[in-house]
């Protein structure tokens, strides 16, 4: 029929098609024309960077941490029952790894809150949310043992610290809490008593946080250092209810409430303590202190005192012998204003000075804190300053999203090098649900080496890290003596999590256990001095930090292809020196220390248990 | 029927009797003949060619000459064209319907249409302040269609001429047909010269992107901008005159509100704020004058990048830098920002139009009618969605002094974007429940400005007739007076009921909670007995502020509590947080503040942030939180009732400051505004009987 028409005709009804084509070309093209995508809020904007941001590099260690909470047989719940926005509710609680019973096995104790702080006495001695002590089954389970030792400790308990408070050779505990500190002294058979009046540690109520052992004055038996957060008045707690959108009241600002006084216990030795920190100037007034450790900054051989504050600038108190603290803070340039909550310390870049890392509140960033001796010029009078490294190095801006809880320097893949842990929750009520706060997820940095820093690795390094918590207190201790570091968090309101270090274990390392003889027995402010395959390694015994929470006191040490340690160095707070030589790795060394100071000689006692890395 | 040729190429069979008189020729020979239809068609080919590049290719001299020359071409070619048009219309009507025909009609449609909205465009371009895009829309798919029906109705017609060239008829319409193809050609060509010519002859000013000969490049020559993180995008200096001029966005017609919301705003007085100076000079003196261009990112953007900020210069500053701080440019030029804030940004010079940086040429209207006839390069150059967007507020809103400046390393300072980020108003994701910085800091005003309507946020159209305001309330009632702005009565009243929480924002009222910004609550005792102590409790409540209150430089802003009971004879019984004779703030007062300090603990009093290490004091409440402070004094014994008013008071300078930058001879003091208040009465009478 089409070629039926006459050329004339189909010539025109091309045309018209070749119209009719433009027209629709041109409908088509409006109607496709899309306006142009809503802006929503978050979404990528051409145009904005993140210099500061960091891959996961290709040679991070195949290292993860698996929560085997449940299969350890560990069944801890933080608080009972449902908060009532009141500021003591929120800040716990800690953990503590110790040997209490020296079998060479860390056991854990684990603090906690019975529950509301409207809770009657009754109420809070029925709680199920009692301290708890695990006892490691040496197999990798735990049984919870506390009321069986004799610790029924309910209350609103923040921190446990273990020491050798008499030096008889068998850890003692303190319990820190909002009331008063508790001392559970150590019988020897695995039973404790609680001899706080006693002691005298008991006397002072108020909101206590953080604790710290050390010897300060070196005379052989460890000091406590004890923070005190705010004077919490529950009539503001009272008084907080408003017509206003109030997200977060009153009575959980720290800002609300004046700081609390820190307390400094000087062990008389005879099973008592005397408080000085009014007299020796480190009570810090003002300070709304969480977290305290002790460190020998500034290598004068006394261990110095570096507290972090919420709300409030932190203090370092340098210790220079004979009882004499003073107060550095600004001239050493770590007064840091910034809400702090943890801190660590460590010599993370190697260069022999003990750095300190601290964890904030939300939009604050974390700050890694360069210890500059290191970098002073020779001839010039060294005088102790920090400079805050943490966007440099990785560990910064990443942790704006973050309030920031427990946290320490580890070597987790023992590659040598120290590696940062930090435990995160915030303090901020969920708007949903505002009897609970929101949940956060933790980090896993490792350290890339001194002139990278350190890269998260969280995504890799379990699932832990892909869950939400409000943690607070979290400790390390290599509870199945595998070679590798193993980490306990708290959650408030929350489980306790038990994460197993699970890595390839192709790498080298030993633990030191040290045993005082003139020095106090846990050898509480040692430093250890390790030379492994060309790389040499410090740490300081007791001097970790983190939140409310103390890991072990055996020094760990990542080796990496090193099999022989070359030389192991320890000076002992006591003033003696030990030097060891050609060490076989893999192993837990107990190493006492000489009666007398002396110019060599090795004592050495490798004891069991030592086994290889799986 | 007897030419000869085959029927297709045949005469239409009752020609117009007009074509006859003309001449003896064939009619298809003088229709090719006629210099008329050359003209016509030259023209048309210089009106298609010009709008196809005006289209297809970027942004350049010659384009725009191309736009000038486009619409005179297209003025000069109406009356030829409606005079052939309709000739030629006439002479072919009657003819059989044949593709050739169908295509002139197409031809004939296309030309009329890209006609008429080529003279609605340039209407709107000289007489509106901008071209409407439906006419625009129109204009383009109109030359399209030109294009795509002038072609095959003209080639048709010479292809089929081509293949009957054996036939010796067709000789003289051969003929005809070239000397149309060059005398078109030839049209068009002179149209081409002539837009060469002005091409040519078009003198831009010169702009000197070039830093000064005896500049310090203090952090080497990679950086000539540092301890500033601003850059720019050719890494080199920029001509203060490619950034400054925003006066000029506020001529004809075009966005004057905006530009005189600007005047007064923050934003542009952030370089010529008095006290700004004075802190710079006393750092330039200290500290070293290159270090001051750590300010100059974000407080003197084009004094920094003309290279002012340096040894030679005792101001400091450029005189255009000076008075126009965070220029229009200055913000819409940034190409990039980075989250880390602090001037972390890169900044691009726009491609300019003719005549825009030259305001004294008597051809500055030709710039106008290029802006608005031809506004792709302006719309695209100056406006992004990443202005939408808290990062880029970020880029100076967070800021952080670093060893280059302090010779001590990283220390946090004011941080409003992290603040917000984490607060409460903030959902990614979410429009209908997040408040971003420009929802509340540039509210939507009701206009006629160009850059009006936007249908990217969730809550606003194309055609909304809103424009964000660029007066960015916020906390400064102090400057804009002091400086003797223009306006600048205004913009502190103003400020003033925005700190109250006062300034109604509609479009995101369903957001937040009416009411004071940061409203108190007072509680105290109904009843008193005499001489016992009367406790007050006062909650202070960040309740609108999308970051924490105050905000700022806290060593400089303060904001207290201020408490006065009086008996029923009006003697003040207790006070607390009064201001003396002197304008300072009784101490002891309930303050939000910081007290940054130096390296030996000494108070930074001066905003001397090179020094600061550490801040010993701060107090500051996130969005959401709330605070309380305590007051207690005794209850008189021979008073019978007691009145208690609170007063949350605010100001931008604390005096000490003002004394140390103006003398205290001067007397300069900060305003002091009430930002909420509560009362309450307290009836004072023995206990005995009743209890």
């Known amino acids: 029929m089409w070629k039926e028409l006459p050329r004339r005709k189909r010539q025109v009804v091309f045309a018209a098609a070749g119209g009719a084509l433009f027209l629709s070309a041109v409908a088509v093209a409006a109607s496709l024309r899309r306006p142009p995508r809503e802006y929503l809020p978050g979404e990528t904007v051409e145009g904005v960077t993140r210099d500061l941001a960091r891959d ?74 009692r301290c708890a002590l695990y006892h490691n089954n040496r197999d990798g389970t735990f049984t919870e043992v506390a009321l069986r030792a004799g610790i029924d400790h309910r209350g609103w308990a923040m921190a446990g610290a273990w020491a050798d408070v008499d030096n008889d050779g068998d850890l003692d ?77 009153a009575a959980i600002n720290p800002s609300t409430f004046h700081g609390e006084r820190n307390l400094l216990f000087h062990n008389d030795r005879d099973g008592t303590f005397t408080e000085v920190a009014r007299r020796l100037g480190v009570t810090d007034p003002d300070g709304r202190s969480l977290s305290a450790v002790w460190a020998d900054l500034d290598g004068n051989g006394w261990p110095d005192l570096y507290v972090a504050n919420d709300v409030s600038d932190n203090v370092l108190y340098l210790n220079l012998g004979d009882g004499i603290f003073q107060d550095v803070s600004e001239r050493a340039q770590v007064g840091d204003y910034r809400s702090a909550m943890g801190v660590a310390t460590g010599d993370w870049n190697g260069d022999g000075t003990t750095d300190l890392f601290i964890t904030h509140w939300l939009a604050q960033e974390n700050a890694l804190y360069d210890n500059q001796l290191a970098q002073t010029s020779s001839g010039a009078e060294p005088a102790l300053t920090f400079r805050d490294e943490a966007d440099r190095y990785g560990v910064g801006q990443v942790a704006l999203d973050d309030v920031g809880w427990g946290t320490f320097f580890f070597d987790y893949d023992n590659d040598g090098r120290l590696d940062l842990f930090a435990v995160n929750g915030s303090t901020l009520q969920r708007r949903d649900a505002p009897r609970q706060l929101v949940p956060m997820s933790s980090r896993l940095f490792w350290n890339g080496g001194a002139d990278a820093g350190f890269y998260e690795t969280s995504r890799v390094g379990g699932a832990y890290f892909g869950r939400k918590y409000v943690g607070r207190g979290a400790a390390y201790a290599d509870y199945d003596n595998d070679g590798d570091l193993d980490v306990f968090v708290v959650n408030n309101g929350g489980p306790g999590v038990l994460l197993r270090n699970d890595g390839p274990g192709r790498n080298h390392w030993l633990e030191v256990d040290l045993r005082g003889k003139r020095s106090n027995r846990f050898g509480l402010g040692a430093k250890l001095r390790l030379v492994a395959g060309g790389r040499a390694q410090r740490r300081e015994v007791g001097a970790d930090g983190s939140y409310l929470s103390q890991s072990a006191l055996t020094a760990h040490f990542g080796l990496g292809r090193a099999g022989v340690i070359d030389t192991l160095e320890i000076d002992w707070p006591g003033g003696g020196r030990q030097r060891l030589v050609h060490l076989s790795a893999d192993r837990r060394l107990v190493i006492e220390e000489e009666p007398a100071p002396s110019s060599g000689g090795a004592a050495e006692a490798p004891t069991s248990p030592s086994r290889r890395a799986r | ?373 031809y506004p792709r390069q302006h719309v695209t150059s100056l406006e992004h969605r990443r202005f939408k967007s808290p990062e880029f507020c970020a880029a100076c809103h967070k800021q952080f002094i670093d060893k280059e400046i302090n010779n001590v390393g990283w220390v946090q300072l004011q941080n409003q974007y992290d603040n917000w980020r984490k607060s409460r108003w903030n959902h990614p994701g979410d429009p209908r429940k997040t408040v971003e910085c420009r929802e509340c800091h540039m509210p939507l005003e009701s206009s006629d400005d160009p850059a009006s309507g936007d249908e990217l946020d969730y809550n606003r159209t194309a055609d909304d007739g809103k424009h964000r305001s660029h007066r960015f309330l916020g ?139 550490g801040v010993r004091y701060r107090r500051s409440l996130f969005p959401g939180f709330s605070d309380r402070a305590e007051f207690t004094f005794a209850a008189p014994a021979r008073s019978s009732t007691l009145h208690v008013s609170v007063r949350l008071q605010y100001r931008k300078f604390n005096q000490f400051l003002l004394n140390e930058l103006f003398g205290e001879t001067e007397d300069v003091t900060a305003p002091i505004t009430t930002l909420s208040s509560a009362e309450q009465g307290i009836r004072v009478a023995a206990r005995g009987g009743r209890e």
């Open chain 1, 173 to 249: 505990l303190v319990v820190t809490g909002y009331g008063h500190l508790a001392l559970y002294r150590n019988d020897g058979n695995g039973t404790f008593a609680e001899e706080g009046r006693r002691a005298r540690l008991a006397g002072p109520e108020g909101f206590w946080t953080g604790e710290a052992w050390g010897d300060y004055d070196r005379d052989g038996y460890p000091d406590l250092y004890v923070t005190g957060y705010v004077r919490y008045d529950t009539l503001v707690a009272r008084a907080s209810a408003s017509r206003y959108d109030v997200e977060n009241p």
């Open chain 1, 56 to 129: 996961l590099p290709p040679d991070y260690p195949r290292v993860a941490f698996h929560d085997v909470t449940r299969s350890a047989g560990i069944a801890f719940r933080h608080f009972s029952g449902t908060r009532t926005s009141q500021l003591p509710e929120d800040m716990g609680s800690g953990a503590a790894w110790g040997d209490y019973d020296g079998d060479g096995w860390p056991d854990l104790f684990v603090a906690n809150e019975v529950g509301p702080l409207t809770m009657s006495p009754a109420g809070a001695s029925r709680s199920p949310a």
């Open chain 2, 1 to 373: 029927m007897s030419s000869g040729l085959p029927e297709s190429l045949q005469d239409p069979p009752r020609a117009p009797p007009v074509m006859r008189t003309s001449s003896d020729a064939h009619p298809r020979v003088r229709e090719w003949q006629s210099r008329q239809v050359a003209l016509v068609a030259g023209l048309l080919l210089f009106e298609s060619l010009s709008g196809l590049s005006i289209y297809l290719l970027p942004f350049s001299v010659t384009n725009q000459v191309q736009v000038l020359l486009h619409t005179a071409v297209g003025l000069a070619f109406l009356a030829p064209y409606l005079h052939y048009q309709i000739r030629h219309w006439r002479l072919y009507r009657a003819t059989r319907m044949t593709h050739v025909k169908l295509t002139g009609y197409f031809s004939m449609v296309a030309t009329t249409v890209a006609l008429l909205s080529g003279l609605v465009l340039s209407y709107q371009a000289v007489f509106w302040t901008r071209i409407s895009h439906v006419w625009d829309g129109v204009h383009v798919v109109a030359t399209f269609g030109v294009v795509a029906a002038v072609l095959p109705h003209l080639l048709i017609v010479v292809v089929r001429n081509l293949r009957a060239r054996h036939l010796e008829a067709i000789g003289p319409i051969l003929t005809a047909q070239r000397r149309f193809g060059t005398r078109s050609a030839a049209v068009a060509g002179v149209a081409f010269v002539v837009l060469g010519a002005a091409v040519l002859a078009y003198r831009p000013v010169r702009l000197v992107d070039r830093l000064p000969s005896d500049y310090h490049y203090a952090y080497g020559g990679g950086a000539p901008f540092a301890p500033s993180l601003a850059r720019t995008s050719s890494g080199g200096a920029i001509d203060p005159r490619a950034l400054g001029g925003s006066q000029s966005c506020g001529t004809a017609g075009c966005h004057v509100e905006i530009t005189k919301e600007w005047e007064v705003s923050a934003h542009r007085y952030a370089a010529k704020d008095p006290s700004f100076r004075a802190v710079q000079r006393v750092m330039g003196e200290q500290n070293g004058p290159e270090t001051t261009r750590y300010c100059g990112g974000c407080h003197d953007p084009i004094s920094l990048f003309a290279g002012a900020k340096d040894l030679s210069q005792d101001a400091l500053t450029n005189p255009t830098g000076l008075d126009e701080g965070v220029s229009c440019i200055a913000c819409h030029g940034i190409q990039e920002t980075d989250i880390k804030g602090n001037a972390a940004y890169v900044i691009a010079q726009p491609k300019r139009y003719l005549f825009e940086l030259d305001a004294d040429s008597t051809f500055r209207p030709v710039r106008d009618f290029l802006i608005r006839a």
């Open chain 2, 475 to 613: 906390g400064n009632q102090f400057i804009p007076v002091q400086l003797r702005l223009a306006g600048g009565a205004e913009q502190a009243r103003l400020t003033e009921k925005w700190l109250r929480g006062e300034i109604r924002i509609p479009e995101i009222e369903e957001k937040w909670r009416p009411g004071p910004a940061v409203p108190i609550e007072l509680s105290a005792p109904r009843t008193v007995a005499p001489g016992e102590p009367v406790h007050l409790g006062v909650m202070v409540l960040n309740n609108k502020p999308g970051h924490d209150f105050p905000t700022g430089p806290l060593d400089i802003i303060q904001s207290w509590l201020e408490v006065v009971v009086t008996d029923e004879g009006g003697r003040r019984v207790f006070t607390s947080g009064i201001t003396d004779a002197r304008h300072f703030i009784e101490p002891g007062a309930f303050i939000f503040k910081a007290e940054p300090v130096d390296r030996y603990g000494k108070l930074i009093d001066r905003h001397n942030l090179w020094e600061m290490v």
